[in-house]
């Protein structure tokens, strides 16, 4: 064999290398990423220096100079960008996480509905997912906030059930106000945490000792009441409450939940759990009838064989579409911006106008949304772990 012709062959084979062709493609993709981030980087640092724009964070510590609406911690204009973007955080972290709870047990009880024999239920539960689901979510927000409560009446002929008025100023109520030693309620709530898990340990091995199954579940919920109570109380009660006083234009003392905060978590509760209710039924018809069949079979009523049989193993293909709604949740609380509600996105949107560093509060919204996404993912992939089915 030639001398030509080996090194032809050795350098056919090289080419059809399935592996080197691979690492090939993929060196030139990441030179082709990394000059087009070079010259983003090149254009972004000339375009600001033609601005006079100085790159950095220390602009967090200058005064804000604006109010929000609604706030979780004490915050004023004449604190710094870093509290009036912790407000926003806050504020965020408040409507997602009662959105969650909310979206949650509405899309359980409307996932039921959609699958329950009786006609009329089923069909309310259809309609409610077919017409939530299919207008905006952008939509809705405005519907709640411009039609359902800007209307409600003045402070003055606020709607009043005892303490607790609502008017479009939001629903207003008494305020708790902790004194020295309110701390021992989070001592109670520990204990009792403790105590309701020694409880279902207890009661899972005297169900599997008599096969009666106790009430541990409401038992913990009284425990996770009595304690705290009971540490409080051997404190001296530092626990009070201020009621709101109505005055000429509003109401002072008390706290308000802002029109505002409740149309976003009113629309984001009922958009996500027409999609969490579809989970739901996806969920509980991929459970083989004979589950169902085999548990009326030992006895059980319906809603008990549903709570304790076809649930436990719905879960499985209920979990997954189900982060994706909490992530979406999360994420379309920016929509706030349109309302007012400083969330995250509309207190940094103030700031960013205020101080021309769109960079850096870009940046600090990408953070913000990626950890929590990541960490709402990974408790639910802890949770979903924890249902999957084992081999044995």
Do not use: C
């Amino acid at each position: 064999m030639s001398l030509e012709l080996t090194a032809g062959l050795q350098k056919r084979s090289f080419w059809n290398n399935g592996r080197v062709r691979g690492y090939a493609l993929q060196g030139l993709v990441l030179l082709i990423l990394g000059g087009l981030v070079y010259d983003l980087i090149i254009n972004t640092a000339n375009n600001m220096a033609n601005r006079h724009i100085v790159s950095g964070f220390d602009f967090l510590w200058r005064k804000a100079g604006f109010e929000a609406s609604f706030s979780l911690i004490p915050y004023s204009g004449e604190d710094n960008y870093a509290r009036a973007l912790m407000v926003g955080f806050f504020n965020t972290l408040l409507v997602s996480a009662v959105g969650i709870v909310v979206a949650t047990v509405l899309g359980l009880v409307i996932g039921l509905m959609r699958l329950s024999r009786n006609w009329l239920a089923s069909h309310i539960a259809l309609g409610y997912i077919e017409l939530v689901r299919n207008v905006p979510l952008l939509l809705q927000l405005f519907i709640w906030y411009r039609l359902v409560l800007t209307p409600l009446p003045q402070a003055k002929d606020a709607i009043a059930i005892g303490s607790v008025t609502l008017s479009n100023k939001g629903l207003t109520m008494p305020a708790p106000v902790f004194g020295d030693g309110a701390w021992m309620v989070l001592v109670g709530f520990f204990v009792a945490a403790g105590a309701s898990v020694l409880l279902s340990r207890w009661g899972r091995r005297q169900q599997e000792v008599t096969g009666r199954k106790l009430p541990t579940g409401m038992l913990s919920v009284l425990l996770s009441v009595a304690f705290p109570l009971l540490f409080l109380a051997a404190v001296g009660w530092p626990v009070s409450f201020d009621y709101p006083v109505k005055g000429n234009f509003g109401f002072s003392g008390g706290m308000t939940l802002v029109p505002e905060f409740m149309a976003l978590l009113l629309a984001l509760s009922i958009y996500t759990a027409a999609f969490i209710a579809e989970a739901v039924r996806a969920g509980i018809m991929a459970v083989s009838k004979g589950q169902g069949e085999a548990a009326a079979a030992l006895g059980l009523k319906p809603g008990l064989a549903m709570r304790l049989v076809v649930l436990p193993q719905a879960l499985r293909v209920i979990i997954p579409p189900l982060t994706s709604q909490y992530l979406n949740l999360t994420k379309n609380s920016s929509l706030a911006v349109a309302i007012g509600y400083p969330d995250l996105v509309s207190t940094g949107g103030t700031v960013l106008g205020q101080t021309g560093q769109a960079i850096e509060v870009v940046l600090i919204w990408m953070v913000v949304y990626l950890s929590l996404s990541l960490l709402t993912s990974g408790f639910m992939n802890w949770f979903n772990a924890r249902h999957r089915l084992v081999g044995r």
